[in-house]
Each structure stands twice: as structure tokens, then as C-alpha cells.
């Protein structure tokens, strides 16, 4: 599947999708991380955020954005300004227990080495449906 990375001016990325979490310390498609995100609207500043890790594009790993702020009553708002999101429920990445919501719109590239910690891994249902989501927005079946 190729989509863009979050930015209209983005160059495509060829995402291969998988499902292989390993409790090892490395990052892999199907676990949350955190890592530092750059901001849309100023690449030179971000935030330390977890991430579902999708799949791959080479040596580099492509995750979905996760945040604990509940978008279904700013859903339509958020959609007018193309951002679509996903509920995943609490997982081991919030040590807070919050439910979060995954964004599908945004693919972030990541650098394996700039990970910084494991959080969980979603579980395989989860992971599907969040996939399921994510290539209905992008087009493929």
C-alpha cells in the first residue's frame, strides 16, 4: 500500500502491513512505542507520544499516532479538517489506564533507533480493525 506521511506535501511511502509483536525491547508492527513526533504545522518541534506500529517502509519502521483525547464529539470538525481517528481502548502504553484513540490519517516514519520504550502491544483484534480502518480512509479494500 503506498499513502503519504501526514502532510499534503509528503512524499508517498510504500507501507507494509504486518502483525508481529515480540516482547523484546525492539519495535515491532502490531506494538505501541513511544517516540518523539514532530508537529504538522513545525517539523522542528514535537512531542514524546506513543505510536501503533504498522508496518514497515525499508529500514524504516510506520506508526499511527495515539492520543488519550476523545474526538467522537469533535468528530465531525476533525474530519473537516482531515483528521480521522479510531477508539483502541486503554492499553499498557498509558500507565494512566485512559482509553485512546489511534489517527489514521497520519503515517509517521520512524527511525528504529529513536524509539525510545516499549509500551504494549495491541492485541491482534484490535490491531485488524484499527488496519481495517485505516486502509477503508486510504482506499483499499
Known amino acids: 500500500m503506498t499513502t503519504r506521511s501526514g502532510r499534503p506535501d509528503a512524499a508517498p511511502v ?17 506494538e505501541v512505542v513511544w517516540a518523539w513526533i514532530p508537529y504538522e504545522e513545525d517539523p522542528a518541534r514535537g512531542k514524546d507520544r506513543p505510536v501503533l506500529v504498522i508496518g514497515r517502509d525499508g529500514p524504516r519502521l510506520l ?17 473537516r479538517h482531515g483528521r480521522f481517528w479510531i477508539d483502541v481502548g486503554p492499553g ?15 503515517v509517521v516514519p520512524l527511525d528504529p ?3 525510545r520504550r ?3 502491544a495491541l492485541d491482534r483484534e484490535r490491531f485488524r480493525t484499527v488496519v ?10
Not at 506508526?63 to 474530519?79: F, M, N, Y
Open 14 to 30: 510504500s507501507i507494509r502491513i504486518e502483525y508481529a509483536p515480540v516482547a523484546d525491547g525492539d519495535a515491532d508492527p502490531g
Open 63 to 79: 506508526g499511527l499516532p495515539l492520543t488519550s483525547k476523545d474526538h467522537d464529539r469533535d468528530a465531525a470538525d476533525e474530519a
Open 92 to 106: 499498557g502504553w498509558d500507565p494512566r489506564g485512559r482509553p485512546s484513540e489511534v489517527r489514521l490519517d497520519r
Open 113 to 115: 533507533r529513536a524509539v
Open 118 to 120: 516499549e509500551g504494549a
Open 132 to 141: 481495517a480502518a485505516f486502509r477503508h480512509l486510504h482506499g483499499e479494500s
